[in-house]
């Protein structure tokens, strides 16, 4: 096989991955099938990849370019070791050259060689602390991983964990941000229920969100539930919404 070289667009698609995915798992999936896109066309054969993601203790399957590699990966995590989960926990890249003949996980290899599974290929993505990945890269000719087939993998590694650690990154802070941005729509909505109420009972704040708060009690729902009801049917019926308990 000819030297391979990374073309410089996988960098940029990475990185526009990022951007355009709505959360971890869907860049994760796009990832996937960008990787084996990528390998396949280097290698000149077609392969299957999948990710191993290691969170909070737990290891998952977290995406996969076809149904297949996900299987191809779930094989491993039944049986408890493999290539994949040895990169991952070491941070060294592992080659099974023949699955058929390779002797470190023989039960492992028996199983994968079964699905047609010849050559497999574990490479380390490098997160922050408390997680870890895998990129599984899976072939049906066997010894098809050369030097150069291995480097390939361990640079287009090296661009996806960086836009992966930043996706991880964005994903933590999104679930706060969103929190925020519902708990302040929340008070909105109890503010100018408040306001209301204060107008038709020609009371203060206190006594409006006292007033609102024993309906909430009363009604057993959520204080915010209440006031967006009672904002909605404001709207809708103007001042003849009359609301005092």
């Given at each position: 096989?000819?030297?391979?070289?990374?073309?410089?667009?996988?960098?940029?698609?990475?990185?526009?991955?990022?951007?355009?995915?709505?959360?971890?798992?869907?860049?994760?999936?796009?990832?996937?099938?960008?990787?084996?896109?990528?390998?396949?066309?280097?290698?000149?054969?077609?392969?299957?990849?999948?990710?191993?993601?290691?969170?909070?203790?737990?290891?998952?399957?977290?995406?996969?370019?076809?149904?297949?590699?996900?299987?191809?990966?779930?094989?491993?995590?039944?049986?408890?070791?493999?290539?994949?989960?040895?990169?991952?926990?070491?941070?060294?890249?592992?080659?099974?050259?023949?699955?058929?003949?390779?002797?470190?996980?023989?039960?492992?290899?028996?199983?994968?060689?079964?699905?047609?599974?010849?050559?497999?290929?574990?490479?380390?993505?490098?997160?922050?602390a408390g997680a870890a990945?895998?990129?599984?890269?899976?072939?049906?000719?066997?010894?098809?991983?050369?030097?150069?087939?291995i480097q390939k993998a361990?640079?287009?590694?090296?661009?996806?964990?960086?836009?992966?650690?930043?996706?991880?990154?964005?994903?933590?802070?999104?679930?706060?941000?969103?929190?925020?941005?519902?708990?302040?729509?929340?008070?909105?909505?109890?503010?100018?229920?408040?306001?209301?109420?204060?107008?038709?009972?020609?009371?203060?704040?206190a006594e409006g969100m006292?007033?609102?708060?024993?309906?909430?009690?009363?009604?057993?729902?959520?204080?915010?539930?209440?006031?967006?009801?009672?904002?909605?049917?404001?709207?809708?019926?103007?001042?003849?919404?009359?609301?005092?308990?």
């Amino acid at each position: 096989m000819n030297e391979i070289t990374l073309d410089a667009s996988v960098a940029a698609q990475l990185q526009d991955l990022v951007i355009s995915s709505n959360d971890v798992n869907s860049f994760l999936a796009e990832l996937c099938e960008l990787s084996a896109v990528s390998l396949s066309d280097a290698l000149g054969h077609e392969v299957s990849c999948a990710v191993t993601l290691s969170r909070h203790h737990r290891t998952t399957t977290a995406a996969w370019s076809n149904p297949q590699a996900r299987l191809f990966d779930e094989i491993q995590h039944s049986f408890g070791e493999g290539p994949c989960l040895h990169a991952m926990t070491t941070g060294t890249t592992v080659l099974i050259r023949d699955t058929r003949t390779d002797t470190r996980w023989p039960e492992y290899g028996l199983a994968i060689a079964t699905q047609g599974q010849l050559s497999v290929l574990g490479v380390p993505l490098t997160l922050d602390a408390g997680a870890a990945a895998a990129l599984n890269v899976f072939a049906p000719i066997p010894d098809v991983f050369d030097a150069a087939a291995i480097q390939k993998a361990e640079l287009f590694a090296c661009h996806a964990e960086k836009a992966l650690r930043l996706a991880v990154r964005i994903g933590v802070r999104q679930q706060p941000a969103e929190d925020l941005r519902s708990a302040m729509e929340s008070r909105t909505a109890i503010d100018l229920a408040a306001g209301i109420i204060m107008g038709q009972n020609r009371c203060s704040q206190a006594e409006g969100m006292a007033i609102l708060t024993k309906a909430s009690s009363g009604r057993n729902q959520k204080l915010r539930d209440v006031a967006e009801k009672l904002v909605a049917s404001f709207a809708a019926a103007g001042s003849a919404t009359h609301f005092d308990d």
